[in-house]
């Protein structure tokens, strides 16, 4: 018995012993794969090193309490192909976390980086954690199919929690599911000048629940992601920044149309030289569109290179249209209605 324990320390011993040396191999390699380009070799080592080590140790345990004869009956079940199957599992559990935990981590936030949403970068933290728990939560269900032991009711009760946490969470869960595919179609950046459905506005930031928009009366408007994915987008910024300004305009019956077209035409290439904000290319253009009611009725289109000066061109041009019509005594028309009265006949 006495050389039973004697054979037992010794065997420990020389498990520290390997453990150690695999330690120091595991240290030399990691300094090796930090002088690689690739990042996988790294993942892989932080996965590995440590429960390495520790099966070693392990290992010489396992090795002395079933060599030697040195356990007592009682505390026979140690041995036992159950708990060393279960060991083995959890070795395993603990390595793909890890290494599922790493990979997650670091090519994720390459990626997060290399975007201009946060979303992403909230987005990785739960798939770290989601990731751990699934693994870990699979490592327990094969210890416990391993020990003979039903899991089916396990099974079963959380399959029915999950379809109870996803109806009571519905609501969330849509919104989620919108902020991922707000992040992957991207249909507008952060600073974007958007529509979506009646908001109108700059967009400040979108997370997993919600895009904020400032709206041009400088207010914040939080709208729930489903809502984003469910409504139309219109992205003032796509392609790029510029904005045709349609301006409508009426002049009464009888007006000379090919004289109207000149001045409106001279006022635009006076807005494209007088300010920063009115294009030349395109070129603005007149149309006479419809006979109306009262009125001659048309468009003068033309182009500026922010939408953010929409409303200054609109400002200068209908300015100056309405100091060349009074000068060229050109009538604007107003809707009016007649009322005729009939005297009624003496009786």
Partial sequence: ????????????????IFAGIAHL????????AEATDTMMDDIILMAVGTPIVVG???ISIYITLTSFDI?????????????????FILFGAWIISVFSFNLIRTY?????EKTETDLDDRLIPILEIAARYLIWFVAFLLILANFKIDITPLLAGAGIGALALALAAQEILSNFLGGVIIAVDKPFKIGDRVRIDTFFGD????????????TLDNQIVTVPNAKVTSSVVINYAMPDY???IRIPFSVAYGSDMDRIKEILLAIAHEAAVKTSWVLTDPAPSVYFLEFGESSLNGQLILWTNNYDFAWDVQDFVNSRIARRFAEEKIEIPFRQVDVRMKKPEAG
């Fill in 1 to 16: 018995m006495d050389n039973g324990f004697l054979y037992a320390a010794i065997t420990i011993i020389i498990g520290l």
């Fill in 25 to 32: 191999i595991i240290r030399w390699l990691k300094k090796k």
């Fill in 56 to 58: 070693i140790v392990a």
């Fill in 71 to 87: 356990v007592p009956e009682s505390m026979g079940w140690l041995i036992t192909d159950q708990v060393i199957n279960a060991a």
């Fill in 108 to 112: 994720g936030t390459l990626v997060a």
């Fill in 203 to 214: 967009v400040m930031c979108f997370g997993l629940r919600s895009t904020r928009i400032k």
């Fill in 242 to 244: 510029t904005l045709k």
